[in-house]
């Protein structure tokens, strides 16, 4: 499954799941003082991108280390987010992190697992590895989301003000519902490579 700079935005942005997070986003930033967070905000972001970004171009060597093939990536990545999709449609009981009282989060929460957790490392992986010619147009598609869901952050509350929780709870079901076709088609398109590659 080949992937423009559209597509790959539209993806990374469904992985990463801003306003799917606002419930997590909300109270994590409650703890930090108002004059704080738009700080706190543009640096847990940024430390995300680096994460995502280290991944992308160490991804093809971590491949060759790990003696894994693409078609193994690409079936992984999109068992990955057909399970993050499936959480995103009928709800989770995670809970919130925690963060120690009158302590900024610095890393975790916010940065990991939340903006670069395991499915938006394993997307970039695989962006990366099945189009490594278009490695520029997969860091402009991260920018892209990395800004919208720094946007989500710095606004979070007012957002959740404005549109009210039952708006949030039904777009994130239905970025769900994208994300479990997309999931679908990258599991089928690794199983196809695998079961037609030349032996």
Not at 92 to 113: D, K, N, S, T
Not at 182 to 193: F, N, Q, S, W
């Amino acid at each position: 499954m080949d992937h423009s700079f559209l597509s790959a935005f539209i993806l990374l942005l469904l992985v990463l799941d801003p306003l799917g997070s606002l419930p997590v986003f909300i109270p994590i930033m409650r703890t930090v003082p108002p004059e704080r967070r738009a700080w706190v905000a543009v640096r847990e972001v940024g430390i995300a991108f680096g994460v995502l970004v280290a991944f992308m171009f160490l991804g093809e060597g971590f491949l060759h280390v790990m003696r894994l093939s693409e078609r193994a990536l690409e079936v992984a990545g999109g068992v990955i987010l057909l399970m993050v999709a499936i959480r995103m449609i009928f709800g989770h009981a995670g809970g919130v992190y925690g963060v120690p009282e009158g302590r900024e989060p610095l890393i975790f929460p916010l940065a990991v697992p939340l903006l670069a957790g395991p499915s938006a490392m394993a997307t970039v992986l695989l962006l990366a590895s099945r189009q490594p010619d278009k490695v520029l147009s997969w860091v402009g598609a991260l920018v892209g989301a990395m800004a919208v869901s720094g946007a989500v952050l710095l606004l979070c509350d007012r957002i959740r003000r404005l549109i009210g929780d039952s708006v949030v709870s039904a777009l994130e079901k239905l970025m769900g519902l994208v994300l479990t076709a997309i999931a679908v088609e990258m599991i089928l398109a690794g199983l196809k490579r695998y079961f037609m590659a030349p032996l």
